[in-house]
Antibody, heavy 112, light 110 residues
Framework: QVRLVQSGAEVKKPGASVKVSCKVSGYTVTELAMHWVRQAPGKGLEWMGHFDPEDGKTIYSQKFQGRLTMTEDTSTDTAYMELSSLKSEDTAVYYC?????WGQGTLVTVSS | SYELTQPPSVSVSPGQTARISCSGNTLPRQYAYWYQQKPGQAPMLVIYNDNERPSGIPERFSGSSSGTTVTLTISGVQAEDEADYYCQSADTSGPSGEVIFGGGTRLTVL
C-alpha cells in the first residue's frame, strides 16, 4: 500500500516560488509514476505533470512549461514540486498522486 | 489538445441509478478513469481501465465505454455517494502523453 504525505500549507507573494514535498512510504519513489495535480478553490482537477520511471522522463503540462520543476530524492523517497513566478491564479490545493493513491493535499496561497 | 466533457450536475433520489457521462475524442483509444471527491478530501479512484473497480469500491459503482463516451453508473445510490466525480484519460495527440481531467460532475442525492 502506497502512502503519500505532503508538506504543510504555504503562503507566498506574487513572483515568488513554492516547493511542495511528498514523502512516499510503502514503495520507493523510483518505483512510482508520480503525478502532480492541483485544484483551485471551487474548481476542478488540473494535471500539472508527472515523472515516468520506465523511461526516466518528466512530462510537464504545456501550461506550466518553464515554471514547473518536478524532482525526486531517492535517499529519502521524497518527491518535490516547485512552481516559480507565482501568480494569484496559482492559489490552489496541490496533490501528489500515483492516480491510484493520493496525498492529502497542500494549500498554496498566493497573495500580496 | 483534447478535452473531456462532463455534465456539471446530476441529481437522483436514494435507491435510484445515477449515470454520469464523459465525452472526448481520445476515449476510443485510451482508458478512462473515474474519481470521487468529497468536500475537503482528496480524490479517490472508483473505476479504472474503463470498467474495473479497485479493491474496496462497492459493487454499485460500474463503468462502461462506447465510442467517444464513457459512463460511470452508480446503482442504488446512497446518501454517502453525494460528491463530485471526475473522469480522466490521456491525451496522446502530442509527442508526450498528457493526463486530462473532465470538468467534474456534482452528484446530488435528493
Amino acid at each position: 500500500q502506497v502512502r503519500l504525505v505532503q508538506s504543510g500549507a504555504e503562503v507566498k507573494k506574487p513572483g515568488a516560488s513554492v516547493k511542495v514535498s511528498c514523502k512516499v512510504s510503502g514503495y520507493t519513489v523510483t518505483e512510482l509514476a508520480m503525478h502532480w495535480v492541483r485544484q483551485a478553490p471551487g474548481k476542478g482537477l488540473e494535471w500539472m505533470g508527472h515523472f515516468d520511471p520506465e523511461d526516466g522522463k518528466t512530462i510537464y503540462s504545456q501550461k506550466f512549461q518553464g515554471r514547473l520543476t518536478m524532482t525526486e530524492d531517492t535517499s529519502t523517497d521524497t518527491a518535490y514540486m516547485e512552481l516559480s513566478s507565482l501568480k494569484s491564479e496559482d492559489t490552489a490545493v496541490y496533490y501528489c498522486t500515483t492516480l491510484t493513491d493520493w496525498g492529502q493535499g497542500t494549500l498554496v496561497t498566493v497573495s500580496s | 489538445s483534447y478535452e473531456l466533457t462532463q455534465p456539471p450536475s446530476v441529481s437522483v433520489s436514494p435507491g435510484q441509478t445515477a449515470r454520469i457521462s464523459c465525452s472526448g475524442n481520445t476515449l476510443p483509444r485510451q482508458y478512462a478513469y473515474w474519481y470521487q471527491q468529497k468536500p475537503g478530501q482528496a480524490p479517490m479512484l472508483v473505476i479504472y481501465n474503463d470498467n474495473e473497480r479497485p479493491s474496496g469500491i462497492p459493487e454499485r459503482f460500474s463503468g462502461s465505454s462506447s465510442g467517444t463516451t464513457v459512463t460511470l453508473t452508480i446503482s442504488g445510490v446512497q446518501a454517502e455517494d453525494e460528491a463530485d466525480y471526475y473522469c480522466q484519460s490521456a491525451d496522446t495527440s502530442g509527442p508526450s502523453g498528457e493526463v486530462i481531467f473532465g470538468g467534474g460532475t456534482r452528484l446530488t442525492v435528493l
